[in-house]
């Protein structure tokens, strides 16, 4: 009797074991869920890898869509001569930034990509982006360089009438160059100082 009990007894013991991981297991995904800071973009799932290229920025120099020394990048399509979404989004950019302690707005780098490249020349851009009150990156160069950064972003560019048509989300992305969170134009500031913030966490 007692040689046929062991057996048993030694299933039942694996079989807890089994069931105390299982536990252990969930209880560990449910903290590490309510950890997860909620964002108020939508997010990008999963993440996609944003392409590095560099361009010319609204002093005439080379310039790299990533910053080294900013961790959290938030990448916007658009033009000038644009009559509404391209102004909307990088004054709620502009404002978000100035939301921020100054210690996290000096790790955020905001960029704006010309899709209008001909009439978007670099000193046009810098009248442009400096009407935002903000350190943002106007980036533009010639159509050949401008069309790949397009592509790698899924941007579709119509010049063929007066209002370019292109696309119109702000990109929030991360250290690790992904893109985590898209935005409309007509964000407000405060939900991206808020994400701003939480991107830049520990």
Not at 66 to 81: E, N, R, V
């Amino acid at each position: 009797m007692r040689g046929l009990s062991s057996p048993r007894t030694f299933s039942i013991a694996i079989a807890v074991l089994l069931v105390a991981v299982a536990i252990g297991i969930l209880l560990k995904t449910r903290a590490d869920f309510h950890r997860a800071p909620l964002y108020a973009g939508t997010p990008v799932v999963p993440p996609k890898f944003a392409p590095d290229a560099v361009l010319t920025n609204q002093d005439g120099r080379p310039a790299h869509v990533f910053g080294a020394a900013a961790p959290a990048t938030f990448l916007f399509f658009g033009y000038t001569h644009c009559p509404d979404a391209c102004s909307l989004a990088l004054a709620s950019l502009g404002r978000a930034y100035r939301m921020l302690p100054p210690a996290l707005a000096a790790r955020i780098r905001i960029v704006f990509v010309s899709v209008d490249p001909e009439r978007d020349v670099p000193a046009v851009m810098k009248r442009y982006v400096a009407a935002f009150d903000a350190p943002i990156a106007g980036l533009t160069g010639s159509r050949a360089q401008l069309k790949p950064v397009w592509d790698d972003y899924g941007v579709t560019v119509d010049p063929s009438s007066k209002e370019i048509s292109h696309g119109d989300a702000i990109y929030a992305i991360d250290a690790t160059q992904h893109v985590i969170l898209i935005y409309p134009p007509e964000v407000q500031a405060r939900d991206l100082a808020s994400d701003a913030a939480k991107m830049l966490s520990p």
